[in-house]
C-alpha cells in the first residue's frame, strides 16, 4: 500500500535553479524520509525527518513537514545535473518499521 | 550502494522458469527487504524478514518465495506462478528500530522472454 505521493511527477529544471518536490500523506506518521534514486540503481537515504520536527537540513537540501497539512516538501538548492534523479519520500507510522513509499518524482536537471 | 550486494544485475528467464535473486548484506542488520519497482510505481514490498528463520509477506507475496537461513542472506525466488515478474528487484536491509532507515542495493533487473 503507498501512503506518500510525490507531486509533480516530473521536474525539469536548468542548472541552478531550486528544485521543489512535494509529499503528501494520509494518515498519522512518526517520521518521514526521502530517497534518491539515480537511473538503473538502488536507493540512496537523503534525510529523515520526525513527526515533531518542522524543518531539516543536509547540504544543499532543506526538507520541511507540516503534519497539520500531511505534507512534506523537498528543496534542492543550486542544482546540478548530477542531481538527475528520481526522489521518493517514505512514510513510517503506527508500530511498524517499515516505510512506505511514494511513486517518486523524477528531476532531470540540464546542463 | 552501501553493504548491499545483490546478483546478478541483469536476469533473463524463460516463462515456466523459477530463478534465485541473491542479496547479501555485511551491515549486520537484522532486517532485510525485497521490493518489486515497476515504471510508474515506486516500491512496492514483496517480503521480509525481521530475524534468522522467519519472514513476512508483504503486499505481493504471490508467485515469491525466500528464506533467511543466515543473517546476511535473504534471496527471493521468483516462481513460474508470478504472471508478470519482469520487474527491477531491490533488497534493502535495516536495524529494527525507530529509524526505519533502509540501505540498498543496486537492484536485479529481470527480464522474462
Known amino acids: 500500500s503507498q501512503q506518500g505521493e510525490e507531486d509533480p511527477q516530473a521536474l525539469s529544471i536548468q542548472e541552478g535553479e531550486n528544485a521543489t518536490m512535494n509529499c503528501s500523506y494520509k494518515t498519522s506518521i512518526n517520521n518521514l524520509q526521502w530517497y534518491r534514486q539515480n537511473s538503473g540503481r538502488g536507493l540512496v537515504h537523503l534525510i529523515l525527518i520526525r513527526s515533531n520536527e518542522r524543518e531539516k537540513h543536509s547540504g544543499r537540501l532543506r526538507v520541511t513537514l507540516d503534519t497539520s497539512k500531511k505534507s512534506s516538501s523537498l528543496l534542492i538548492t543550486a542544482s546540478r545535473a548530477a542531481d538527475t534523479a528520481s526522489y521518493f519520500c517514505?512514510?513510517?507510522?503506527?508500530?511498524?518499521?517499515?516505510?512506505?513509499f511514494g511513486r517518486g518524482t523524477s528531476l532531470i536537471v540540464h546542463p | 550502494d552501501g553493504g548491499i550486494t545483490q546478483s546478478p544485475k541483469y536476469l533473463f528467464r524463460k516463462e515456466g522458469q523459477n530463478v534465485t535473486l541473491s542479496c547479501e548484506q555485511n551491515l549486520n542488520h537484522d532486517a532485510m527487504y525485497w521490493y518489486r519497482q515497476d515504471p510508474g510505481q515506486g516500491l512496492r514490498l514483496i517480503y521480509y524478514?525481521?530475524?534468522?528463520?522467519?519472514?513476512q509477506k508483504g503486499d505481493i507475496a504471490e508467485g515469491y518465495s525466500v528464506s533467511r537461513e543466515k543473517k546476511e542472506s535473504f534471496p527471493l525466488t521468483v516462481t513460474s506462478a508470478q504472471k508478470n515478474p519482469t520487474a527491477f528487484y531491490l533488497c534493502?536491509?535495516?536495524?529494527?528500530?525507530?529509524?526505519?532507515?533502509?540501505?540498498f542495493g543496486p537492484g536485479t533487473r529481470l527480464t522474462v522472454l
Open positions: 534493502a536491509s535495516s536495524m529494527v528500530g525507530s529509524t526505519d532507515t533502509q540501505y
Open positions: 517514505a512514510t513510517g507510522s503506527g508500530g511498524s518499521y517499515i516505510p512506505t
Open positions: 524478514s525481521q530475524i534468522v528463520n522467519d519472514f
